[in-house]
């Protein structure tokens, strides 16, 4: 049973517009959620997180949104640029189980178009 | 800064040998974490350590498998058996205490021909 669904495999956005990700969830217990870029042959880079009290976090280009009674979550990047292409992963991490680790979704493969 | 280092970046192994892959975390870090994947998958938990101590093994399989981080050295995660089921990247992550943010080293490719 798949805690972090992110349905959409890829997504392809022209330079300058707006890119976003979706990703929802079923565990509700999340202390906090994620999200990292991963170029291939490299491991993930950490990007943004949003804590389980806020529905809004901000990092320059990376904004990220929590709706809790959908239980989903998006990443907004804008404007994109060529450099954004990569695949991105949502992650929630639970300390319920002691250490904070953190549950994955499959990715997203994004796409910046020159 | 040195970020997290892993070693080797790529293993090959043959049916039956063991695999060891290490992992050195970023300074001032004591949390280490493993994750596994698989192609066309995410990233999946196995272990979490602090030094000398596995503190969760919950993603871990039940047998070949296991972890170490001593008190001098890299963590280290072993493999016995290989079989080609166990092809995959092996990432390492860590961060400076529990709940903090986890950041992760460039990954070991392990082929089982």
């Known amino acids: 049973d798949q805690q972090v669904k992110q349905n959409s495999p890829s997504l392809s956005v022209q330079e300058g517009r707006i890119s976003i990700l979706n990703c929802d969830y079923t565990?509700?217990?999340?202390?906090?959620f994620l999200w990292y870029k991963k170029y291939p042959a490299e491991g993930p880079t950490f990007l943004i997180s949003i804590s389980s009290i806020k529905d809004k976090n901000e990092d320059g280009r990376f904004t990220v949104f929590l709706n809790k009674s959908a239980k989903h979550l998006s990443l907004h990047i804008v404007p994109s640029q060529p450099g954004d292409s990569a695949v991105y992963f949502c992650?929630?991490?639970?300390?319920?189980?002691?250490?904070?680790?953190?549950?994955f979704g499959k990715g997203t493969k994004l796409s910046v178009i020159p | 800064n040195a970020g997290v280092m892993q070693n080797p970046r790529h293993l090959v192994r043959r049916r039956g040998q063991e695999a060891r892959l290490r992992c050195s975390p970023m300074k001032g870090h004591s949390h280490v974490y493993w994750y596994r994947q698989l192609p066309e998958e995410g990233l999946k938990f196995m272990v979490y350590?602090?030094?000398?101590?596995?503190?969760?093994e919950s993603g871990m399989p039940k047998e070949r498998f296991s972890a170490e981080f001593p008190k001098e050295g890299p963590s280290i995660l072993r493999i016995q058996q290989v079989v080609r089921g166990d092809s995959a990247a092996y990432f390492c992550?860590?961060?400076?205490?529990?709940?903090?943010?986890?950041?992760f080293g460039p990954g070991t490719r392990l082929l089982v021909l």
């Open positions: 350590l602090q030094k000398e101590n596995i503190i969760d």
């Open positions: 992550a860590s961060s400076p205490g529990l709940g903090e943010t986890q950041y």
């Open positions: 992650a929630d991490s639970y300390s319920g189980a002691g250490s904070y680790q953190l549950t």
């Open positions: 565990n509700s217990m999340f202390d906090y």
